[in-house]
């Protein structure tokens, strides 16, 4: 097998041999632990960065496993995706050469919002992810567990109780290291939960984590508890599809990586998902057996936006939950049935899935189970993700309490560039809130820490207008390239003659002015309601939706023609034109926000009661939280940008 060949060659590894040898400094730049989502974009993005890094993992086997769900992206973790993509990451390419089912969720709203999705063959996310990992000049893997951390006085500048060194394995060697990046998922003091019974593993079929979880401890480390769960799987070939909903792919599929001009697979070769509904035995089944369901009862938090079938029955009573059947792969006979994760003894699992529309006769091919496992309070971390209390070392994934394999992904880059960029004694690469989607989930975590796993959604996004998939590239690639390192030449290559290419192609846009009448002429399409004379540039034009880059191009062939003949930089002028006008409008609001944020709200505010435009989970978190000023309401984590303006609005005219 590839990578243990690589990875345990038949000569003593090098850092083995000259540490048993001479003590000396034979060392790793940058060790990571942990070869899951987190850990393999922190390894890639260490070792292009230019440093020489080993990747630590139980099992070389399962590098690129999906613990559960078999599909990326989604609303919110789209963009993750497309901003690990601008940075040179891996998941979204892999993706493109594994996919089975594309399809862009929100496509009803505007493409800020938009997002990218798809089913993934598991065995080939796999497959290509380890052909990856072992093509990446200075990357090596051990297969091995890491029970242990290597540390030493901290360095006199910097205040810290110690530094971290290097790793400890299980058969007792050292491996040194100039960074440590701890990327180990659900393992740390794992517990898996099926019905009454309970047993250590980090996810079914693997150990738990107990020494490095012990190490933390005894460093001082702030921990917490948290759980999850996944559905059974079921054969496809059990499943009674013809009386379901059939769910087709998009046709073109839109990739998810800005290198892929089309996915692998050929778009009608796509899978179908299929649509079931729970019902009132189900319901029934579950309130029977709840004293048969520990996972349940345990009082420990789980994902409020991915809950189990049991929160769902039990938080909302009477109603009819979607169940989702994904497909796992082309030639898999297993069925992902998404919203249907549970913990019941798998004989009751058995009866629940019988009463479902459609798998009356399904046959379960492993049952549901829950995980209960050790998180890092993230607020330990600075915005790096390097730790404040050990130097050097690095925390990225599921350990910082975040769910998915997006979030996972993204912290990792983050993590492997800056471990990178520590070890060569250069300033460290941050994103902020203003720049993108990993912005705002790393300084959610490190600014206010989590309770419970931590999900990204564009409303926790305050400028979601310009943070949009179609531009993660001009936000983040050239920034990667300059001052990390960790971006292809050709990457970079590409991202800067689009960035330059959309800015030329604006001013000249903006340039074409004409008054609405000779608009109206050169484009008949557009339907130009503002007063006959005043003046319209093409950008204006370009924001109806009758309107393209080619229409324009055919009313004003000079200048144009040569921006809409890329197809590519026609469908992002398009969108910059629509957005043109709510970037604006966002930037004014913000400035409105930032002018009053010493603004006081009063202490006896019922907001349950208030007559302003905010949701219900709007007001619980306000009513829970009862923040003193409109800048603490917009560190509230979950109320969007609107929420804040309409209370602060509400506040100024009431007051
Ligand atoms: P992982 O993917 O868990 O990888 C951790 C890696 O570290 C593993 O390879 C492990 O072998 C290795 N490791 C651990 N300790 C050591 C050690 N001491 N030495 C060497 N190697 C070590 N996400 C969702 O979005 N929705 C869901 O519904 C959902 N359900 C889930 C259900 C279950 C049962 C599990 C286990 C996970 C679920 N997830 C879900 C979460 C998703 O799988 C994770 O968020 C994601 O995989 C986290 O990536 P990671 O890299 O942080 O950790």
Redesign the pocket.
């Known amino acids: 097998f590839l990578l243990r060949r690589r990875a345990l060659p038949p000569a003593p590894l090098p850092w083995r041999r000259r540490a048993r040898s001479d003590g000396t400094a034979p060392r790793w730049d940058v060790v990571v632990?942990?070869?899951?989502?987190?850990?393999t974009e922190a390894a890639a993005a260490a070792a292009r960065s230019g440093v020489r890094t080993l990747l630590?993992?139980?099992?070389a086997d399962?590098?690129g496993?999906?613990?559960?769900?078999p599909s990326f992206g989604g609303i919110g973790k789209g963009h993750l995706m497309r901003e690990v993509d601008a940075l040179d990451g891996l998941c979204a390419r892999i993706c493109d050469q594994s996919g089975v089912h594309y399809k862009v969720l929100n496509r009803c709203k505007g493409p800020a919002v938009w997002g990218l999705r798809a089913q993934i063959d598991r065995k080939l996310y796999k497959e290509n992810m380890q052909k990856e990992i072992l093509n990446t000049p200075l990357l090596t893997v051990h297969e091995?567990?890491?029970?242990d951390l290597l540390l030493m006085e901290p360095e006199p500048d910097r205040p810290g109780k110690c530094q971290v060194s290097g790793v400890i394995l299980g058969d007792g060697s050292r491996v040194h290291a100039g960074s440590v990046i701890l990327?180990?998922?659900?393992?740390?003091r794992g517990v898996v939960f099926i019905g009454l019974k309970t047993h250590p593993a980090?996810?079914?079929g693997?150990q738990p984590?107990i020494?490095?979880a012990q190490t933390l401890e005894k460093l001082g480390f702030a921990v917490g508890r948290l759980k999850?769960?996944?559905p059974p799987r079921l054969a496809k070939d059990s499943i009674d599809f013809s009386v379901l909903e059939r769910h087709m792919a998009d046709n073109p599929p839109v990739p998810f990586s800005f290198l892929s001009e089309a996915v692998w697979i050929k778009p009608e070769d796509q899978l179908s998902c299929y649509r079931t509904l729970t019902n009132a035995k189900v319901e029934q089944i579950i309130h029977d057996s709840l004293h048969l369901n520990n996972h349940v009862r345990e009082t420990t938090r789980g994902?409020r936006y991915?809950p189990s079938l049991e929160s769902k029955v039990l938080r909302f009573p009477n109603r009819i939950h979607q169940l989702w059947l994904e497909p796992e792969g082309l030639d898999s006979n297993v069925i992902y049935p998404q919203g249907m994760?549970m913990t019941l003894p798998p004989e009751l699992q058995e009866q629940v899935i019988a009463c479902i529309h459609g798998l009356e006769k399904a046959k379960m091919m492993q049952p549901g189970?829950?995980?209960q496992y050790d998180f890092l309070d993230p607020r330990q971390l600075s915005a790096s993700l390097e730790s404040r209390l050990v130097q050097r070392l690095f925390f990225?994934?599921?350990?910082n309490g975040?769910?998915?394999?997006e979030?996972?992904a993204a912290q990792?880059v983050i993590a492997g560039i800056n471990a990178g960029l520590r070890v060569g004694g250069k300033p460290p690469f941050i994103i902020s809130r203003t720049e993108g989607y990993i912005g705002v989930l790393i300084d959610d975590l490190t600014t206010l820490g989590t309770n419970e796993p931590y999900?990204m959604f564009t409303s926790r996004v305050e400028f979601r207008m310009s943070l949009r998939p179609d531009n993660a590239d001009s936000r983040l690639t050239l920034r990667g390239f300059e001052e990390a390192g960790c971006v292809s030449q050709q990457r970079y290559a590409q991202a800067s003659q689009m960035k330059a290419a959309i800015e030329e192609a604006i001013a000249v846009l903006k340039s074409l002015q004409f008054t609405a009448t000779k608009w109206s002429r050169l484009v008949p399409e557009a339907p130009i309601s503002t007063n006959r004379s005043s003046l319209a540039s093409a950008l204006d034009i370009l924001q109806y939706p009758e309107v393209t880059m080619e229409l324009l191009a055919r009313a004003i062939p000079e200048p144009l023609r040569k921006f809409a003949e890329c197809r590519e930089l026609a469908e992002r002028l398009k969108i910059e034109a629509v957005y043109e006008w709510h970037v604006a409008s966002q930037q004014q609001e913000i400035e409105e926000v930032r002018r009053d944020e010493a603004l006081q709200l009063p202490e006896d505010l019922d907001y349950f009661a208030i007559d302003a435009s905010l949701s219900q989970e709007v007001r619980e978190k306000l009513d829970s939280n009862r923040p003193q000023t409109i800048g603490a309401v917009s560190r509230i984590p979950g109320i969007t940008p609107a929420a804040i303006v309409n209370l602060l609005r509400f506040v100024k005219t009431n007051r």
């Not at 990327?183 to 740390?188: A, E, I, R, S, V």
């Not at 990225?396 to 350990?399: D, E, K, N, T, V």
């Not at 975040?402 to 394999?405: A, E, L, M, V």
């Open positions: 632990i942990g070869g899951g989502h987190a850990g630590v993992t139980h099992k399962t590098i496993q999906m613990s559960c769900n091995a567990s890491v029970e990327t180990t998922g659900t393992f740390l980090g996810r079914l693997d984590s020494g490095l999850t769960g996944t994902p991915c994760s189970y829950g995980v990225a994934g599921q350990i975040t769910t998915g394999y979030e996972a990792g999900r």
